[in-house]
C-alpha cells in the first residue's frame, strides 16, 4: 500500500506544545499522531490511528492464541450493575441518566457487564471461558495530564476468565501473564512484570507491567541485584535502621513547646529524625476514626493504608482530632488513645518520640506493645536508601507507565451479580473470575518514551505507522514512484513524501514521524539509478539500487 503525503492529513509541528513534559505528548502531537480535544480527551489522527490499530492487532493475535474469544460490550451500562458491584460510590465514574430518569453509568473497565452474561453459563462442562473485548472507558479523571498517558477517555483491552475452582484461575492467569508477555516483546517494550495493588478492583492477587519512562505515574522499585521489582504501591523494603537514644524503661513526657514537625522534633531532643512517629488520623468511610503511625521520616502511603484497613477514608478535620485526641494535629500520639492504631512494620522494633496528646508535649521511649497495642501492616512509601527485602541489595526508584495489570479476582463480582455454576455433584457454585487489561494509547506512549531521540520518534517495525517513508526530492519524483512501488509489491506499507516542500522539511518530517526506514530519491538518483536508505534506529545509510529494494 502506497499513502501519499500530499493527501494524508499530516498536520506536523516545529515546536512543542506548551502544556507538555511528557516526551510521548510532546512527539505524538507534534508528529501529527494526536490532537487533544479537552482535557483527558484525545483524537486519534489518521497516523496515530494506524500505530494504535498496529498495536491492537498484535494484542488480538496473543489473546486469540490463548483461545480467547473477542466480543464487544457496550458503553453505556445500566447502574443497577454498578450498585450490584458496590463500585457505583467510586468518584471517577461517570454517571448520567436519561430522559426517563433511568440511571446509567460510563464505566472505566467492564466487569460488571462481562459477569452479567457470564450468568448464562450453566454447567461446569461449559468452563474455563475466556471473553474479550476492546472497549471505550471513560474515567473522571480529576488531573489529566501527559497526552495518553492520564485520560478521561480511551480504549482498553479488558478480557475475563471464568473458572470453576482457584485452580482454573491460577491456570487462566498464568496463560494471560504469557499472553501479556509476548505483547510486550512483539511491541519493543522494555518492562517489568511485579506484583501490584488490586485498589478498586480488589480481589487476591494482582500484577502490574510496568515500562521504565521519563513520566509516568507509578513507581518502580528495583534491586540492583535484579532479584526483586515491585510496584510501589506495594512495595516491601528495608528501611535505613535508626540511630536509637538510650533505652527508657518508661514513656518520658518532655515539654516542646511550638514543635509541631518531625524535623523540629529530632532538633529539639537532639535525636535522630527515624527515631521519631508520625501520627495521622483518618475517618474511614463507614465513619470511624483510625490513627495511622509511621516512622518520623517515611512517607504514609494511602494505597497501602486503604489496602490494610479494607476500606476507603480521607484525612481527619481539626475539630475531629482535637475532640478525639484533645490536642493538635502536631501532638498527637499512640498512647492512651482509644481509637485504632495501625502501625507501619518499621515502628514494630525500638522506642521512639511521640506525640502525648497535649499541645506542646512529646513522649519520648515510646514502645509499641509495652505502651500501646496496635496492629502492624506496612504502609510506609518505599524510599531511596531502603533494601531488598530478598538479599538486602540497595534499590533503586524508577518512574515508570503502568501498560498492563491483571487480577485474580476471585467470586467478588459472581456473587454479586449472581453467577453460578453446577457442579459435577449439582450443586450451585459461584464461578472464579480474572480480569486482565491492556491499554493500547497507554503502550503507544510507553514505546515513544523508550523508542525516540533528539530529532523525533522511532517506532519499532511491528508498530511502525509505515514500514518505509519514501521522500522524493525535486527533479527525482519519477524514481521515487518507482522506488516506491517496488517496496509496494514487496509487501511494504509505503509513505511516500510527493508534497511540494523543502528537502529540509521532509527530512524533518521523516525523522520526526519515524518509520523505521527512510528512502530518499534525489538529484544522484538520476545518474546511477540508486536511492538512499536509511536506518532510522541506528542512522545507517546505504545506497541501493531501485530494482534492487
Given at each position: 500500500?502506497?499513502?501519499?503525503?500530499?493527501?494524508l492529513?499530516?498536520?506536523?509541528?516545529?515546536?512543542?506544545?506548551?502544556?507538555?513534559?511528557?516526551?510521548?505528548?510532546?512527539?505524538?502531537?507534534?508528529?501529527?499522531?494526536?490532537?487533544?480535544?479537552?482535557?483527558?480527551?484525545?483524537?486519534?489522527?489518521?497516523?496515530?490511528?494506524r500505530v494504535?490499530q498496529r498495536?491492537?492487532?498484535?494484542?488480538?493475535?496473543?489473546?486469540?492464541?490463548?483461545?480467547?474469544?473477542?466480543m464487544?460490550?457496550?458503553?453505556?451500562?445500566?447502574?443497577?450493575?454498578?450498585?450490584?458491584?458496590?463500585?457505583?460510590?467510586?468518584?471517577?465514574?461517570?454517571?448520567?441518566?436519561?430522559?426517563?430518569?433511568?440511571?446509567?453509568?460510563?464505566?472505566?473497565?467492564?466487569?460488571?457487564?462481562?459477569?452479567?452474561?457470564?450468568?448464562?453459563?450453566?454447567?461446569?462442562?461449559?468452563?474455563?471461558?475466556f471473553?474479550?473485548?476492546?472497549?471505550?472507558?471513560?474515567?473522571?479523571?480529576?488531573?489529566?495530564?501527559?497526552?495518553?498517558?492520564?485520560?478521561?477517555?480511551?480504549?482498553?483491552?479488558d478480557?475475563?476468565?471464568?473458572?470453576?475452582?482457584?485452580?482454573?484461575?491460577?491456570?487462566?492467569?498464568?496463560?494471560?501473564a504469557?499472553a501479556?508477555?509476548?505483547i510486550?516483546?512483539?511491541?519493543?517494550?522494555?518492562?517489568?512484570?511485579?506484583?501490584?495493588?488490586?485498589?478498586?478492583?480488589g480481589?487476591?492477587?494482582?500484577?502490574?507491567?510496568?515500562?521504565?519512562?521519563?513520566?509516568?505515574?507509578?513507581?518502580?522499585?528495583?534491586?540492583?541485584?535484579g532479584?526483586?521489582?515491585?510496584?510501589?504501591?506495594?512495595?516491601?523494603?528495608?528501611?535505613?535502621?535508626p540511630?536509637?537514644?538510650?533505652?527508657?524503661?518508661?514513656?518520658?513526657?518532655?515539654?516542646?513547646?511550638?514543635?509541631?514537625?518531625?524535623?523540629?522534633?529530632?532538633?529539639?531532643?537532639g535525636?535522630?529524625?527515624?527515631?521519631?512517629?508520625?501520627?495521622?488520623?483518618?475517618?474511614?468511610?463507614?465513619?470511624?476514626?483510625?490513627?495511622?503511625?509511621?516512622r518520623?521520616?517515611?512517607r504514609?502511603?494511602?494505597?497501602?493504608?486503604?489496602?490494610?484497613?479494607?476500606?476507603?477514608?480521607?484525612?481527619?478535620?481539626?475539630?475531629?482530632?482535637?475532640?478525639?485526641?484533645?490536642?493538635?494535629?502536631?501532638?498527637?500520639?499512640?498512647?492512651?488513645?482509644?481509637?485504632?492504631?495501625?502501625?507501619?512494620?518499621?515502628?514494630?522494633?525500638?522506642?521512639?518520640?511521640?506525640?502525648?496528646?497535649?499541645?506542646?508535649?512529646?513522649?519520648?521511649?515510646?514502645?509499641?506493645?509495652?505502651?500501646?497495642?496496635?496492629?502492624?501492616?506496612?504502609?510506609?512509601?518505599?524510599?531511596?536508601?531502603?533494601?531488598?527485602?530478598?538479599?538486602?541489595?540497595?534499590?533503586?526508584?524508577?518512574?515508570?507507565?503502568?501498560?498492563?495489570?491483571?487480577?485474580?479476582?476471585?467470586?467478588?463480582f459472581?456473587?454479586?451479580?449472581?453467577?453460578?455454576?453446577?457442579?459435577?455433584?449439582?450443586?450451585?457454585?459461584?464461578?472464579?473470575m480474572?480480569?486482565?487489561?491492556?491499554?493500547?494509547?497507554?503502550?503507544?506512549?510507553?514505546?515513544?518514551?523508550?523508542?525516540?531521540?533528539?530529532?523525533?520518534?522511532?517506532?519499532?517495525?511491528?508498530?511502525?505507522?509505515?514500514?518505509?517513508?519514501?521522500?522524493?526530492?525535486?527533479?527525482?519524483?519519477?524514481?521515487?514512484?518507482?522506488?516506491?512501488?517496488?517496496?509496494?509489491?514487496?509487501?511494504?506499507?509505503?509513505?511516500?513524501?510527493?508534497?511540494?516542500?523543502?528537502?529540509?522539511?521532509?527530512?524533518?518530517?521523516?525523522d520526526?514521524?519515524?518509520?523505521?526506514?527512510?528512502?530518499?530519491?534525489?538529484?544522484?538518483?538520476?545518474?546511477?539509478?540508486?536511492?538512499?536508505v536509511r536506518?532510522?534506529?541506528?542512522?545507517?545509510?546505504?545506497?541501493?539500487?531501485?530494482?534492487e529494494?
Amino acid at each position: 500500500m502506497i499513502v501519499r503525503a500530499s493527501k494524508l492529513f499530516l498536520p506536523t509541528l516545529r515546536e512543542d506544545p506548551a502544556d507538555a513534559e511528557a516526551v510521548s505528548h510532546k512527539l505524538l502531537v507534534r508528529g501529527g499522531f494526536i490532537r487533544q480535544l479537552s482535557a483527558g480527551v484525545w483524537t486519534f489522527l489518521p497516523l496515530g490511528w494506524r500505530v494504535h490499530q498496529r498495536i491492537v492487532q498484535i494484542i488480538r493475535k496473543e489473546m486469540d492464541a490463548i483461545g480467547a474469544q473477542e466480543m464487544l460490550a457496550p458503553v453505556l451500562t445500566p447502574a443497577e450493575l454498578w450498585e450490584a458491584s458496590g463500585r457505583i460510590r467510586y468518584p471517577e465514574v461517570f454517571k448520567l441518566r436519561d430522559r426517563n430518569d433511568r440511571r446509567f453509568v460510563l464505566p472505566m473497565t467492564h466487569e460488571e457487564t462481562f459477569t452479567f452474561h457470564a450468568r448464562e453459563i450453566q454447567s461446569y462442562r461449559e468452563l474455563p471461558q475466556f471473553w474479550y473485548h476492546f472497549g471505550t472507558k471513560e474515567r473522571d479523571e480529576p488531573r489529566p495530564r501527559g497526552g495518553l498517558i492520564r485520560v478521561r477517555e480511551f480504549i482498553m483491552k479488558d478480557s475475563y476468565s471464568f473458572d470453576r475452582d482457584d485452580a482454573g484461575l491460577e491456570e487462566s492467569f498464568q496463560r494471560h501473564a504469557a499472553a501479556y508477555r509476548r505483547i510486550f516483546d512483539r511491541c519493543g517494550l522494555d518492562y517489568y512484570e511485579v506484583e501490584a495493588e488490586p485498589g478498586m478492583m480488589g480481589g487476591s492477587e494482582s500484577w502490574d507491567y510496568l515500562c521504565p519512562a521519563g513520566s509516568g505515574q507509578n513507581m518502580l522499585a528495583l534491586c540492583e541485584n535484579g532479584d526483586f521489582g515491585a510496584d510501589t504501591e506495594v512495595a516491601r523494603a528495608v528501611p535505613p535502621p535508626p540511630d536509637f537514644p538510650e533505652r527508657l524503661d518508661a514513656p518520658q513526657e518532655v515539654e516542646t513547646p511550638g514543635v509541631s514537625t518531625i524535623e523540629a522534633l529530632a532538633e529539639f531532643l537532639g535525636i535522630d529524625p527515624r527515631a521519631t512517629s508520625k501520627a495521622m488520623p483518618v475517618v474511614t468511610d463507614d465513619g470511624t476514626l483510625v490513627l495511622a503511625l509511621v516512622r518520623g521520616d517515611d512517607r504514609l502511603l494511602e494505597v497501602k493504608l486503604e489496602a490494610a484497613l479494607q476500606r476507603s477514608f480521607r484525612p481527619a478535620e481539626e475539630d475531629e482530632i482535637r475532640r478525639t485526641f484533645g490536642a493538635g494535629g502536631g501532638s498527637i500520639g499512640p498512647v492512651g488513645v482509644s481509637v485504632e492504631v495501625v502501625a507501619d512494620e518499621a515502628l514494630r522494633e525500638g522506642q521512639f518520640a511521640a506525640g502525648a496528646n497535649r499541645d506542646g508535649w512529646h513522649l519520648r521511649g515510646v514502645e509499641a506493645g509495652r505502651d500501646f497495642e496496635p496492629r502492624f501492616a506496612d504502609i510506609r512509601e518505599v524510599g531511596e536508601g531502603d533494601r531488598c527485602p530478598n538479599c538486602g541489595g540497595a534499590l533503586r526508584l524508577q518512574v515508570a507507565l503502568e501498560v498492563g495489570h491483571i487480577f485474580k479476582l476471585g467470586t467478588r463480582f459472581p456473587q454479586a451479580l449472581g453467577a453460578t455454576f453446577l457442579d459435577e455433584d449439582g450443586q450451585e457454585r459461584p464461578i472464579v473470575m480474572g480480569s486482565y487489561g491492556i491499554g493500547p494509547g497507554r503502550v503507544m506512549a510507553a514505546i515513544v518514551e523508550q523508542h525516540h531521540d533528539e530529532l523525533g520518534i522511532r517506532w519499532p517495525a511491528s508498530v511502525a505507522p509505515y514500514d518505509v517513508h519514501v521522500v522524493a526530492l525535486p527533479g527525482a519524483e519519477e524514481i521515487a514512484e518507482r522506488a516506491a512501488e517496488r517496496l509496494d509489491a514487496s509487501g511494504k506499507s509505503v509513505l511516500l513524501d510527493d508534497r511540494d516542500a523543502r528537502a529540509g522539511e521532509k527530512f524533518a518530517d521523516a525523522d520526526l514521524i519515524g518509520s523505521p526506514l527512510r528512502v530518499t530519491a534525489g538529484r544522484k538518483s538520476l545518474e546511477d539509478g540508486a536511492v538512499d536508505v536509511r536506518d532510522r534506529a541506528t542512522g545507517e545509510d546505504r545506497r541501493v539500487a531501485v530494482e534492487e529494494l
